[in-house]
Every structure is written in C-alpha cells, then in structure tokens.
C-alpha cells in the first residue's frame, strides 16, 4: 500500500508549488527535501547579522507566477532603481528606465552612450517584444549575439551596458543565450520593478512553504532521496539514512542536481562576493557596471542602499558577481570595486564568496519554453529547466507537473 498519493522530491519552487496545486486538490502529498531549509537556489543565511542570499537575486512582481502565486506585500519587497551606474574612463554614466524615472531622463541621455542610432537599434532588437510577449516567440530565435547584430545594435551602450549587465542575469558573458529569452526578460524588467524582500530572498520560499503547509503538504527537511524504484502500483523512494517512502505518483523537483535519473539540462554557474562596509561607497541604490570591463566582476550593488535589512544598524553589504567558470581572487576583486565605486575597499570585510557552478539551466537558441513534465508511468518533473531560468520558470513548471499529474489521476 501506497503511503501517500503523491511525493515530490525537492522544496525549490517548484516543488512547493506543485506540492501546493496537488494538496488543494485535495491529494496526499508529502515534500521530500535534502537540505535542512526550503528554498533550493533562493535561500538566505544570517552571516554575523548580514542576510546573505545565496548569490545575488531579485524578485521581479511583473512576474505572471508571481502575481498569482505569491503575496508580495507581505513580502516587504524593497525595490531596485530601474536604473544600471555605468563606470567610464572619466565618470559614472547613469541610464535609467525613461518611464519610472523621467526625471533622470536627460541624465541618460547626456551619458554619452545613448545615441540616436542606438535608441532605433533597441527599438528594432526589443520593441516588438515589449508591446506583446508573443513576439518572442515568432521567426527563427537565434544567439543574444547575434539578435544584436541583426538589430544593428553596436557601440558603447552594447559593449559597456547590456553586455556586462546581462551577463549577470543570465550567466553567460558571450552572449550564446537564446536572443528571443532575453528579450522576455527584458520585457520583464521593463514592466516590473525588481527588489528582494526585507527579511532576504528566502523569505519567497518560506511564504510558499507556509501555503503548501496550510493546504495540507508535508514538508519533510533533511530528507534526500537516493533511489526512486518503479513497483506494481507506486514508487519506492530511497532517503538516506531513514526508512523508505511509497506512493502512487512521483514529481521530481530536485533542481539542477544530476543525482537522479531525471531529465538535467547543461547549466551556467554565478559567484557572488559579499563584503560588509562601515561607510556605503556611494548613496545610489543602482546596479553598476564596469563599462571598461577592466576585472572578473559584471555587476556590483550596496544592497543596503535598498533594502537597509540586509545588515546591522549603521553597517553596508555590497555585493559583486562574476560569472563562472571565475578565477578571480579577493585582491582584484577590492581592486575592481574600488576602481567602479571610487572608494578605498581596504577596510571592507569579506563576509563570504557564493560559488554556485550549476545556477542556471543554460538557455541557448532555439528558446522551448514548454518542455515534457511527464517522465513515464507515474514519474513528472517540475523545474526552471523545464520552462525558463527564473522564478516564473520554476512557478510554472510546478503547476504544469501538477496539473498534468491531476489529469492521469483523473482528479
Ligand atoms: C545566484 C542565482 C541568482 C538568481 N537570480 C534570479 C533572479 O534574480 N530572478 C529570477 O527569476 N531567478 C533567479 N535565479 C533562478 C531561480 O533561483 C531558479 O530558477 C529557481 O529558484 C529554481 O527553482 P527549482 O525549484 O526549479 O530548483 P531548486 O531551487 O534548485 O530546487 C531543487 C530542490 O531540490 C532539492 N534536492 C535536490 N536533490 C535532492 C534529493 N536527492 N533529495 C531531496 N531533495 C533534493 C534541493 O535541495 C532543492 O531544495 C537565480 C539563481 C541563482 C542560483
């Protein structure tokens, strides 16, 4: 006999969400997860008083998953500035989002880097894409590097914009990334404004735990499954360490984990860098780029000049990210950061280094945002690697696994 109807195997988003889907149907379901926490790739540690996501994340709320999955409200999401600091030879040039931030708008267009040509070559790459997502999904879907080249789009705002910001959100400094992927992120950005919640980006995870709980999951931490066996009516699952579990149906939601025998795309690795600071190098909450490229880091913020939650009354947390593989060492990161923030980074305090080699599913042309959930007989998956690299993906996919688990069951 089948101890539950359904288990699913990891406490990702994905995980939660299809565990939720199933639960309110009115399923059995229990959450088998390795780690002593939920959340998977979006955790957050307390590190001498400082939250320290895993990697440097945020939270878009345009997200449609997001919308309708999450209260973002009780989420305290402290918002970015759409807005990237580019650092230049001779200054800080500052691009923001013309509509959020109209104000800054001749600033922008001052910095230098946009120029006509630009602005008509962005309007060729993105526009369609911004006035309806369906256009992303039309014509034959090529590399971020070459959609570029297509568009026409060249020169500064290319090289010392879009490029190392980019490489930050999607894990890939050359641009082999599906072009029409990107441009729905960038459709994302631009109807969103992104943040991280007040208590850290695991406070996402937790909000989805709490609802998987109250519709009725169990969620079991400390939990990992080291063997999935097919039987007569179920699956026999294997947890190191503790007796076994059976149940009719089986979602594998255990992520990026190449353990199991699931369906695992290759994957692009971030590093994130976390220093404390007695004084913020700068007041501005944007990210900033090293224009010049000159070092390993693509993206640098103060968290704190956003959300002041991240660190202990009167202190800052400033991350860097590099994309891996990163060979970067603490000595020309300091050096890079003082160089893009202008400020003396002798004093800051490396709080911890994230090297997280399998961060992201790579996303390479053509884009498949629908891929298979249903594995076999009773067997579904459920993850970013089934839809897209992004907390919309995992959300998604989750349902999608539970949805398509609710129609073989006929429930
Ligand atoms: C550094 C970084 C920055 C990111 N930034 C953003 C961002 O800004 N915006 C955005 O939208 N997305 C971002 N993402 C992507 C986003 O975090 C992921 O798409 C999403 O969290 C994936 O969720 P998942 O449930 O598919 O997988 P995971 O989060 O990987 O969950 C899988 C779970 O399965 C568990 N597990 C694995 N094996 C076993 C086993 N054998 N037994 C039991 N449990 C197991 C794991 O412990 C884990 O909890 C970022 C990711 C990283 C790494």
Redesign the pocket.
């Given at each position: 006999m089948n101890d539950y109807d359904v288990i699913v195997?990891?406490?990702?988003?994905?995980?939660?969400?299809a565990a939720t889907r199933l639960a309110e149907a009115g399923r059995d379901v229990v959450i088998?997860?390795?780690?002593t926490?939920?959340?998977?790739?979006?955790?957050t540690d307390i590190v001498d008083g400082f939250r320290l996501?895993?990697?440097?994340?945020?939270?878009?709320p345009a997200?449609p998953a997001v919308r309708r999955w999450v209260d973002i409200d009780a989420l305290a999401l402290r918002r970015f500035p759409v807005a990237v600091g580019v650092r230049l030879d001779d200054r800080i040039a500052r691009l923001a989002h013309p509509l959020r931030h109209p104000s800054a708008f001749p600033e922008t267009l001052r910095s230098g880097l946009v120029r006509p040509a630009d602005i008509a070559a962005l309007a060729r790459w993105v526009g369609p894409t911004l006035l309806s997502a369906r256009a992303a999904k039309k014509g034959r879907d090529v590399s971020l590097d070459e959609g570029w080249d297509r568009a026409g789009l060249r020169g500064p705002l290319r090289e010392a914009m879009l490029e190392p910001f980019l490489a930050g959100?999607i894990?890939d400094d050359r641009q082999r990334t599906s072009d029409a992927f990107v441009r729905l992120l960038i459709r994302s950005f631009a109807l969103g404004r992104?943040g991280v919640p007040a208590a850290g980006?695991g406070a996402l995870?937790a909000q989805l735990a709490d609802t998987a709980r109250r519709a009725g999951v169990g969620i079991r931490l400390s939990?990992?499954?080291?063997s999935t066996r097919r039987r007569a009516h179920g699956w026999h699952i294997g947890?190191?360490g503790r007796d076994a579990v059976t149940a009719h149906t089986l979602v594998l939601?255990?992520?990026?984990?190449h353990?199991?025998d699931a369906p695992h795309p290759p994957t692009r690795?971030?590093q994130?860098w976390w220093f404390a600071a007695e004084e913020a190098p700068s007041g501005d909450a944007a990210l900033r780029v090293d224009g010049r490229r000159r070092g390993p880091i693509v993206n640098t913020a103060v968290m704190t000049n956003t959300a002041p939650t991240y660190a202990p009354r009167g202190q800052h947390l400033v991350q860097a990210?590099c994309v891996m593989p990163s060979a970067a060492t603490e000595h020309e990161v300091r050096r890079q950061l003082g160089d893009v923030w202008e400020a003396d980074t002798r004093p800051w305090r490396l709080l911890r280094r994230?090297d997280?080699t399998?961060?992201?599913?790579v996303q390479d042309p053509p884009l498949r945002l629908r891929r298979p959930v249903r594995l076999d007989d009773g067997r579904y998956v459920?993850?970013?690697?089934?839809d897209?690299?992004?907390?919309?993906?995992?959300?998604v996919?989750?349902q999608r696994a539970a949805e398509a688990v609710l129609a073989d069951l006929g429930g």
């Open positions: 195997v990891g406490a990702g988003l994905a995980g939660l969400r088998l997860e390795a780690n926490a939920v959340g998977g790739r979006e955790r996501d895993l990697g440097f994340h945020v939270l878009n997200y959100v894990a992104p980006i995870p939990h990992r499954v080291v947890v190191e939601a255990s992520g990026l984990d353990a199991l690795g971030l994130t990210t994230d997280i399998h961060a992201l599913p459920a993850g970013d690697h089934r897209t690299a992004s907390i919309q993906g995992a959300l996919s989750g």
